[in-house]
């Protein structure tokens, strides 16, 4: 057919059935649209003919409407009801009067419980009705203008909220592909083609099983920036308002102004409504997807709070349910983390999350978190559990480690490091699973990284006492000596940093070389000095003394350390100190200095004598001050124990001071041996004669009590008795006799 043959349309509506809507209050009018192409004669070229349908919705239908006055007006107003179906209009009014919801008492209660569904609005509502079988029509519509866009949508809205078509619609890729681009590339321009397309993914996110289409196509990621955007504009027109407002309030008598004021109301009255319709849609919708706490994390992520704060100061009733429903959602599921957080602080119930399905889940949002820091709950509940060997074992299943890894190096997150040095802390398989990350957890050792990443990152590398791993290759490759010393000088760095750097060279001073290479770069004198400056500090003490005891295992430090250093002098003055972790690493190492040095040997066994028998070592010395009875002990002089003194004045302590000293035994009055700098003399025997006075005294006092207790009792006993007899007798001579 050519183009110019055509002359004329012939349109002909024809008039259907007409029956009620199935849930609304609303009568469904069916008629046929038949189209027709006349050529220059007359004659019919090209025909075609449309089934659609008409919704007359009845608003103010109720118990006490006049049914026949409604069904007169319905007919009238509508050209597609024939004036012979005036009765059928009744009747089906009068049945849509009478019906009751159908929904039982615990459906009410389930759908009272969340907010209802957008109802429709201005868009949504267009005299054609859709066809599942003209999709491909509609999808042209988004092709072409905006006009055409939104009434492509608003069609495909309206077969999106019949639930029997989303299956259907969800096979249909072209469609969802040209909703989810038309909505990315013009949702600014036009409210209602944002609205319509958002609510057809509203309809699918209504069922779970659709929300990984949802996912796809990132329809809650563009909706949570079209909601800010919304926010952010609304507070430009509250702006532009308010100055029109405050002119008009300047200058009440010009009409100019107040017109300009009630207009520029009017206006933003309509936007408001047409604004709130998209932000009750968009919110819905990510309300519906927050039902994965995963996604719901991403949402928290996003600041979806802030927003949904800043939408109640809104008039809307059904918008400000939506929010405050949302509102408690997130609430409950910080609260939840929270609890679950402060359960895991127990050591008695870490363990028990191993048996659950909460870490599998903890690891899904760990890796599905896009921003660059974790959210402060989350990761503070899985530091808490990697504390646990069980958990741990959960936790590096599969490439769990190495994501965790992975994530923590390119982000430079210190405290996803954190968990990662709970979990390199438990022996067995999963420490053996850090031998392929040692070197890039060796090159963040640098001044150029965050302090706090580069702490955690040594704690890892100091908890990985691994027999195979080569620490001198790691040394000398990653050139850590250098600022492994430069960090124990004081003041150069933080007391945590310098605590980590410590225990890292202790870590690594169980390899013989490590250790004599860090024994010839000097660092033994820095420990020394860095032990001096954090003699109050018992954890830095308890380090440094466990790096001595690491290098004395190895021959080469040993002899630096005994010979070369003031080390053994320093163990000696800790050897009795109050903490006893402190005191246990000090024996552990004074033994082993002992068992490889006669001299130094000597000097431990003295001291430990001193300590262990200082009450009597204190009474010799208290009667020697005393000069009246200085000549009970003779001129011998017991020096005062280590313990009191400074350390460095004592020379007699030190490799090559004083003499050898002798022994002698004491067998007779303490069972033990005993050193002295000085030949020892047997202590003089006056130191006993108090002792024999003091039991002289004790003696004379006993018999004292026993003469008294035994000898005067009895004696008052007989003369008591000898007095009864002699008055008994007198009173019978008396009797017997009278004078």
């Excluded at 007359?56 to 597609?80: F, G, Q, Y």
């Excluded at 609005?121 to 509609?138: R, S, T």
């Excluded at 008795?721 to 007198?730: F, L, P, V």
């Amino acid at each position: 057919m050519q183009g110019e043959d055509a002359r004329y349309l012939k349109r002909k509506v024809k008039g259907g059935n007409i029956d009620v809507h199935p849930s609304e209050k609303a009568l469904i009018v069916q008629y046929e649209v038949e189209a027709t192409i006349l050529g220059e004669m007359g004659d019919p070229m090209l025909g075609e003919r449309k089934e659609c349908q008409k919704i007359i919705r009845l608003k103010s239908l109720n118990a006490n409407t006049d049914i026949t006055s409604l069904a007169r007006k319905v007919v009238e107003e509508c050209k597609l009801i024939h004036p012979s179906k005036l009765n059928e209009v009744e009747q089906l009014l009068y049945y849509l009067q009478n019906r009751r919801d159908s929904l039982s008492g615990k459906e009410k209660k389930e759908k009272s419980s969340k907010p209802k569904d957008p109802p429709p609005f201005e868009g949504m509502e267009i005299d054609e009705v859709a066809n599942i079988n003209d999709m491909d029509e509609y999808i042209e519509l988004l092709y072409e203008d905006i006009p055409d866009k939104v009434r492509g949508s608003a069609l495909i809205l309206q077969l999106a909220r019949n639930p029997d078509n989303l299956e259907e619609l969800l096979l249909n890729e072209t469609a969802l592909g040209a909703l989810a681009r038309v909505l990315r590339e013009d949702w600014k321009q036009s409210v209602e083609l944002a609205t319509n397309i958002i609510y057809i993914f509203f309809c699918f996110s209504s069922f779970s099983q659709f929300h990984g289409l949802i996912t796809h196509y990132k329809i809650g990621a563009l909706c949570m920036n079209i909601i800010d955007h919304e926010l952010k504009r609304h507070e430009l027109w509250q702006e532009e308002l308010s100055k029109k407002k405050k002119a008009v309030d300047e200058d009440p008598e010009n009409q100019t102004l107040r017109k300009d004021y009630e207009k520029t109301f009017k206006k933003y009255q309509g936007l408001v409504v047409k604004q709130e319709q998209l932000l009750r849609v968009a919110l819905y919708l990510l309300l519906n997807l927050a039902e994965d706490t995963r996604t719901e994390l991403k949402m928290r992520n996003k600041n979806i709070v802030h927003m949904l704060v800043k939408a109640l100061d809104r008039d809307n009733f059904e918008l400000l349910i939506l929010v405050v429903s949302f509102l408690k959602k997130l609430s409950i599921f910080m609260e939840t983390m929270c609890v679950l957080y402060h359960i895991s602080m127990d050591d008695r119930f870490k363990s028990m999350f191993a048996y659950t399905d909460c870490i599998p889940q903890l690891m899904k949002m760990l890796f599905e978190c896009s921003d660059e820091r974790i959210d402060l709950e989350l990761i503070s509940f899985c530091i808490n559990l990697a504390a646990n060997k069980r958990n741990v074992q959960l936790i590096c299943e599969g490439n769990g480690l190495k994501m965790l890894m992975k994530r923590a190096l390119k982000f430079k997150d210190p405290l996803l490091m954190k968990m990662i040095r709970n979990i390199s802390q438990h022996d067995g398989p999963t420490k053996n699973l850090f031998i392929d990350y040692v070197g890039d957890l060796a090159a963040q050792i640098s001044n150029d990284e965050e302090e706090e990443f580069v702490i955690e990152c040594l704690g890892t590398l100091a908890n990985l006492t691994i027999p195979d791993l080569d620490w001198e290759l790691v040394l000398k490759e990653y050139k850590l000596v250098p600022y492994l010393k430069d960090k124990l000088k004081p003041g150069a760095a933080e007391d945590d940093l310098v605590l980590e750097v410590v225990i890292m060279i202790g870590t690594v001073s169980m390899d013989d070389s490590c250790a004599a290479l860090l024994a010839k770069s000097g660092i033994i004198p820095a420990l020394i000095e860095l032990l001096n400056a954090q003699q109050e500090d018992d954890e830095f003490v308890c380090q440094i003394i466990y790096v001595f005891y690491q290098m004395v295992f190895h021959q080469a430090t040993r002899d630096v350390i005994i010979k070369e250093t003031q080390a053994p002098a320093y163990l000696i003055d800790l050897m009795h100190d109050k903490n006893n972790e402190i005191r246990k690493v000090c024996d552990n190492t004074l033994d082993i200095i002992a068992e490889y040095d006669e001299e130094w040997a000597k000097k431990i066994q003295s001291e430990k004598f001193r300590w262990h028998n200082s009450q009597w070592l204190e009474m010799v010395e208290s009667r020697q001050m005393d000069e009246s009875e200085q000549f009970l002990y003779g001129d011998d002089r017991i020096e005062p124990y280590i313990h009191e003194g400074d350390i460095l004045e004592r020379p007699d302590l030190f490799y090559n001071s004083g003499k050898m000293i002798t022994k002698a035994k004491l067998n007779s009055l303490c069972a033990i041996e005993i050193w002295v700098d000085q030949p020892c003399s047997f202590p003089s025997f006056g130191i006993y004669i108090p002792i024999f006075i003091y039991l002289f005294i004790i003696f004379i006092i006993y018999i004292f009590i026993y003469y008294f207790l035994v000898v005067y009792k009895w004696t008052s006993a007989n003369d008591f008795r000898s007095t009864i007899h002699t008055h008994h007798a007198n009173l019978l001579t008396h009797h017997f006799f009278p004078s």
